[in-house]
């Protein structure tokens, strides 16, 4: 019979799991406690939470959200990271702390509903943000807007300067 701080921790990573845009397992062991609180501050500032959990309980919280694939994810040390607003905030956040350290090292992740391995990780880390392909798209949308006005604008503007050369010429 499992014990109820277990049955309120998997009840708290079901919910957590069903929130999040993404979830992202992490190999962990091995960073020393000021890494891990740096990591965690990090987290802190793009509102991702961190935190480590037993597998057993991360896999029956994951099978109780349809995610029955994780399990090769969930062995050793496993650090978890929640996103709940841009799903590849994590794996910037992974990449900029790594490149000073080795780990941690992201064994797998649930990506808008799809399950990826640890080899996807750079894939999502590569990718742009939210804001930067709105406003990839914002440009995109201008632009034709913007030639189409100075278009029009142009023949408008030489006629008025023809019709003030006109009329200086004839003063």
Do not use: W
Request: charged share 30%; net charge negative; glycine share 4%.
């Amino acid at each position: 019979m499992p014990n109820s701080k277990n049955s309120e921790e998997v009840k708290i990573l079901t919910d957590k799991i069903k929130d999040a845009t993404a979830v992202y397992f992490a190999e962990y062991h091995g960073l020393n406690v000021e890494d891990i609180t740096s990591l965690r501050g990090l987290f802190f500032e793009k509102n991702i939470e961190f935190r480590v959990s037993k597998n057993t309980l991360l896999k029956i919280a994951c099978k109780n959200n349809n995610f029955n694939e994780v399990d090769d994810f969930l062995t050793g040390s496993t650090a978890v990271a929640f996103a709940y607003d841009d799903p590849s905030l994590p794996a910037k956040v992974l990449k900029d702390f790594t490149k000073e350290r080795e780990l941690p090292s992201v064994k797998g992740m649930i990506f808008d509903g799809n399950i990826l391995d640890g080899k996807q990780f750079d894939k999502i880390a590569n990718l742009p943000s939210k804001e930067e392909l709105l406003s990839k798209l914002a440009m995109l949308l201008g632009s034709p807007m913007l030639n189409f006005a100075l278009t029009v604008k142009s023949p408008m503007h030489d006629f008025v300067n023809i019709l003030n050369q006109l009329k200086d010429k004839k003063d």
